[in-house]
């Protein structure tokens, strides 16, 4: 059973909470990790998130000691609520969205950050999404997701 993640408990552990720049979005993290998160979730997050800002510092989508775009701030955001729900079934793939898909409303979070972080979620699977339409375009920041996803999830735990 998860237990709700406060504040002190995202200062402490939240590093990657810690950088989302965009208010709305900071705030969405913080309310979805509050209701649903634990801290082993933060703590496997944190992991996925290590491993995809690498990725995306090699490819050189980001630079260390520039400011980065605003999509890096959705990707940490999905990153840190990937995990909420997720239980190896298709629907659970979904229920970030169906769960949180108000707050984001009420929080005035954009329309198209809070789709895309819907989107990255649920294509956290990459190829071996279920669901065709649900797969990541290769070469896109959704793909390095779940790519980071399976590493930590199932490469380093088999």
Known sequence: MSFNIDKVELEKN????RAIKTREIKKFV????NRHGSEK?????N????VLLAMLRKRKQIIDGQPNPVWVDVMLAAGLMHNL???GTVTSLFMVREKMQQAAETLNV?????YSIFQ???????????????????STPNELFAWARWFVHEYKEG
């Open 14 to 17: 939240g590093r990657h909470w």
């Open 30 to 33: 913080e309310i979805a990790l």
């Open 41 to 45: 979730q933060v703590k496997e997050a």
């Open 47 to 50: 992991e996925v998130l290590d």
């Open 85 to 87: 729900f997720y239980d």
């Open 110 to 114: 954009p329309g198209n950050a809070s």
């Open 120 to 138: 990255a979620i649920e294509c956290q699977l990459g190829d071996d999404t279920p669901i065709e339409s649900c797969r990541p375009v290769p």
